[in-house]
T-cell receptor, first 115, second 117 residues
Framework: AQKVTQAQTEISVVEKEDVTLDCVYE???????LFWYKQPPSGELVFLIR??????QNEISGRYSWNFQKSTSSFNFTITASQVVDSAVYFC????????????FGQGTELSVKP | EAGVAQSPRYKIIEKRQSVAFWCNPI?????LYWYQQILGQGPKLLIQ????????DSQLPKDRFSAERLKGVDSTLKIQPAKLEDSAVYLC???????????????FGPGTRLTVL
């Protein structure tokens, strides 16, 4: 069965600190996609990144970076030099290609960045 | 480009009443999803449409929930009768076409926050 685990329920950091959000997934599919979404207090889910199972290259986008390791079934997300605007709930998700591409979400990690 | 639109944004009803939510996806998106997000949890799929056909409704409580996408564009989700445990945010999302070789990202609307008293 597909499953996504985000073990960190809440993280609190001080502005400018680096922070890593962990994501571990389970799937029997050989082809799959992983996603990260941000949910600010307004409630709307904002797409951050998509990664397919054949591409293990790490990706950097500004202060955001992602580390995908198939050997450990992990897809971790790091924010460098965090800012107050980064405060939100972050969700990791796995696509279930066998069932219409629905997203299976983790429980989410609530990040609080204090000034 | 306009995003996914949902209405209403908030709804408060008493248990056993009925309620309906509306979603307008991004223009040209063939696939539409309804997710339920209970407080403190990640969203969970209720139903998925491809144009006006149902792809997956395995987790939709069909005794009380129904959804339609008659013309393959707008969609409505209805709950009748509502229970206390239906209190949640109902999120609508759309994507280009789930059948494509590449999994496209899903774009989410602002959600409807339902409170059942």
């Amino acid at each position: 069965a597909q499953k996504v685990t985000q073990a960190q329920t809440e993280i609190s950091v001080v502005e400018k600190e680096d922070v890593t959000l962990d994501c571990v997934y389970e799937t029997r599919d050989t082809t799959y996609y992983l996603f990260w979404y941000k949910q600010p207090p307004s409630g709307e889910l904002v797409f951050l990144i998509r990664r397919n199972s054949f591409d293990e290259q790490n990706e950097i986008s500004g202060r955001y970076s992602w580390n995908f390791q198939k050997s450990t079934s992990s897809f971790n997300f790091t924010i460098t030099a965090s800012q107050v605007v980064d405060s939100a709930v972050y969700f990791c998700a796995l696509s279930d290609r066998s069932r219409g591409g629905k997203l299976i979400f983790g429980q989410g990690t609530e990040l609080s960045v204090k000034p | 480009e306009a995003g996914v639109a949902q209405s209403p944004r908030y709804k408060i009803i008493e248990k056993r009443q009925s309620v309906a939510f509306w979603c307008n996806p991004i223009s040209g998106h063939a696939t539409l999803y309804w997710y339920q997000q209970i407080l403190g949890q990640g969203p969970k799929l209720l139903i998925q449409f491809q144009n006006n056909g149902v792809v997956d409704d395995s987790q939709l409580p069909k005794d009380r929930f129904s959804a339609e996408r008659l013309k393959g564009v707008d969609s409505t989700l209805k709950i009748q009768p509502a229970k206390l445990e239906d209190s949640a945010v109902y999120l609508c999302a759309s994507s280009l076409d789930w059948g494509l070789a590449t999994q496209n990202e899903q774009f989410f609307g602002p959600g409807t926050r339902l409170t059942v008293l």
